[in-house]
C-alpha cells in the first residue's frame, strides 16, 4: 500500500486512481473496524467514509494544483468545516453520515498503515539512534501535559470544579 501514494507525485490520472485506491481499502477497512467495534450501520459509515475520502481527495488535488504553498492538511479542514457549516445546504447530510465513523475506528488504519511505512523503512529509523526515541518520548509526554494544563484551565474558567 505504501507505494500508492508518492509525496511528490502530480495530479495525473494514475496519481487519482492511487489516491483512490488507496482511500477505498482505506474506507473498508476502516468500515468493517467501525461495525465490529462500535455497532454503526455499515452502509451509514460506508456513506461517512466517502464523504470523507471525497474531502481528502479533494485537499490533496488543491494542494498541488493551486499556486500557493499550502499543506493538503489545510484544504482538507476548511473543506470539512464549509461542507459542515449549519448555513450550508450539506451541513445536515454531512453531519450525519460523518457521525457514523469514529475516529478511533480511523486512527486504528491509519497507525496501521504508518506502521507498515516504518517497516519497511526501519533501517532509517534505527539509524535515527537512541536520541531520537528519548526526544519522541518526551515529545508525547509534553503534549499529553500541555493538553491537559490547557483543559483544566478552560474547565476552571467555565465553571467546572476541579477535581
Known amino acids: 500500500m505504501a507505494d ?4 511528490s507525485e502530480n495530479v495525473t490520472v494514475h496519481g487519482i486512481f492511487n489516491w483512490i485506491r488507496l482511500l477505498i481499502i482505506f474506507s473498508v477497512i476502516t468500515v468493517i473496524g467501525n461495525y465490529i467495534g462500535y455497532k454503526h450501520p455499515m452502509t451509514d459509515s460506508l456513506v461517512g467514509m466517502g464523504i470523507l475520502s471525497f474531502i481528502t481527495l479533494a485537499g490533496v488535488w488543491m494542494e498541488r494544483e493551486l499556486p500557493f504553498n499550502i499543506s493538503s492538511i489545510l484544504y482538507i479542514s476548511v473543506i470539512g468545516i464549509v461542507l459542515a457549516l449549519p448555513v450550508m445546504p450539506t451541513s445536515e447530510f454531512v453531519l450525519y453520515y460523518v457521525s457514523k465513523v469514529e475516529l478511533l475506528s480511523i486512527v486504528t488504519v491509519f497507525l496501521a498503515y504508518v506502521g507498515i511505512g516504518m517497516g519497511k523503512s526501519w533501517d532509517e ?3 535515527l539512534g537512541w536520541r531520537a526515541i528519548i526526544i519522541t518520548m518526551l515529545v508525547i509526554a509534553a503534549t499529553y501535559f500541555g493538553a491537559a494544563i490547557v483543559a483544566h484551565i478552560v474547565l476552571v474558567l467555565t465553571g ?3 477535581v
Open 160 to 162: 467546572v470544579p476541579a
Open 125 to 127: 529509523f534505527k539509524a
Open 4 to 7: 500508492f501514494i508518492d509525496g
